[in-house]
């Protein structure tokens, strides 16, 4: 199967583009930089990379295990967005990069054993028979739990239009990702991805600094374990923009 879909990779609505995050930069992580391109008729994340060698792609598929490799943190730039940046700097918010970064390792894990159809069994340790995923966390900018606070009150007064402030109170988290021949160490998958807070009226998660960062972690995990399943002309959804669901999102 991994095979029908790195080959097929060579083919959400407008609105759900408009409002969701935006790319980031790659970072050194990333191997082959300029050659990673947007194909959403498959992935919907904003770069991905797969090689054209159709032997690499054979030897692949025999792999059956798949082992997640500790977060790599090396890579992560600093808190850019200035509301964020001065709740971290003055000691109101945390910046939980090694929870983010296990709970990033785990929840693909977990993607994989809650799977009835699952490609790959999670191996513990990487041997001959498994792929190897590694993931690097690039952006983690905390949501303001004081700035969204000023967003509800000002709703009671102005509507929806204060919804607008949420652009400079919301955060975002951005990965990169590698999937490789454990035994071979030759290169099979990449990508790269950038989320933010959905649009919501209102939501708890609006005061977890890092509920953005969770829901977009399970929705990730989701996605690339659905990608190694599928058939290579089977498109994988894209997350909403938009979320009706009120209840906070915890590191866990």
Request: aromatic share 10%.
């Amino acid at each position: 199967m991994l095979a029908l879909a790195c080959v097929g990779l060579t083919s959400c609505s407008s609105t759900n583009q408009l409002f969701k995050a935006r790319p980031v930069a790659l970072s050194p992580f990333i191997e082959r930089p300029a050659e990673m391109i947007s194909y959403r008729e498959r992935l919907p994340f904003h770069k991905i990379w797969w090689p054209r060698d159709p032997q690499v792609i054979a030897r692949a598929s025999s792999r059956s295990g798949l082992y997640v490799a500790p977060v790599r943190l090396e890579f992560l730039r600093p808190v850019n967005r200035m509301i964020s940046r001065q709740e971290v700097e003055f000691g109101g918010v945390e910046r939980q990069e090694r929870e983010i970064a296990s709970l990033l390792r785990n929840e693909f894990g977990r993607a994989f054993l809650r799977s009835e159809n699952a490609r790959y069994h999670l191996s513990k340790t990487p041997d001959k028979d498994s792929v190897t995923l590694e993931l690097a966390l690039v952006e983690l900018n905390p949501t303001s739990p004081k700035g969204n606070a000023v967003k509800t009150g000002l709703g009671f007064m102005f509507g929806p239009l204060a919804s607008l402030t949420g652009y400079f109170t919301k955060g975002n988290i951005a990965i990169e990702g590698k999937l490789r021949d454990t035994k071979t160490g030759q290169l099979l998958f990449q990508f790269a991805d950038n989320e933010c807070d959905k649009l919501t009226v209102y939501s708890l998660r609006d005061f977890h600094p890092y509920g953005h960062a969770t829901a977009a972690i399970q929705e990730w995990a989701e996605q690339f374990e659905s990608f190694t399943r599928t058939r290579a002309d089977q498109r994988i959804g894209d997350s909403s923009c938009l979320t009706l669901d009120p209840r906070a999102v915890s590191v866990r």
